[in-house]
């Protein structure tokens, strides 16, 4: 995915399999990767810290590893503003919440507003939340079904149309 390589990419949800497998997908893009948890737990912030070691190991780029509680609306507000700073761009966000979280729909939503902002400022992009059912699925087969050019396309498409209405219909 060329037109991928190089952007940043922030993984809310490292600590699951199917974030897991989305890391290795995008580093293997050639995408700049924050990993964070869905929760913020200290064996999840530990499982995070270990994949970036992992993906530096077999030779991708190590990821940053970063604390965050995505139900903390400053939280998620600093935080991906500092990960834009540090990848130099934000221009995919996925999230895949851990089955124990309570209100991934909180947390989804804070890091749709905030991130389409943040995105915006460096271009476009896209924000792709993965259901945790899904990714119980995802996680049982070792797959990240959302990861697709054509998921990502329309993911893109529909931010940009998002953005566009926020704007009154311009870029």
């Known amino acids: 995915m060329k037109e991928w390589q190089g952007k ?8 699951t399999e199917t974030g ?15 990993l964070a948890t869905s929760l913020p737990r200290g064996e999840d912030v530990y499982q995070a810290q270990r994949l970036a ?5 077999e030779g991708l780029p190590r990821p940053l590893a970063q ?14 503003r500092q990960v834009a700073k540090a990848l130099n761009g934000l221009h995919l966000i996925v999230y895949s ?3 124990r979280d309570s209100s991934p729909s909180k947390a989804f939503a804070l890091l749709a507003l905030y991130g389409a902002k943040e995105i915006q400022r460096w271009g476009q992009g896209a924000i792709i939340g993965v259901s945790p059912r899904l990714s119980h699925v995802a996680a049982g087969t070792r797959q ?10 329309k993911a893109q498409e529909a931010l940009l149309s998002l953005i566009r209405t926020e704007k009154g219909g311009d870029l």
């Open 8 to 15: 940043g990419a922030l993984i809310v949800g490292a600590e």
């Open 97 to 99: 919440p851990h089955p």
């Open 53 to 57: 070691r992992l993906l530096a190991r």
């Open 144 to 153: 990240c079904p959302v990861l697709t050019v054509e998921n990502l396309q």
């Open 20 to 34: 897991e497998e989305a890391a290795r997908v995008l580093a293997s893009w050639g995408m700049a990767l924050a």
């Open 67 to 80: 604390v965050l509680d995505p139900h903390n609306e400053k939280a998620v507000q600093v935080t991906l």
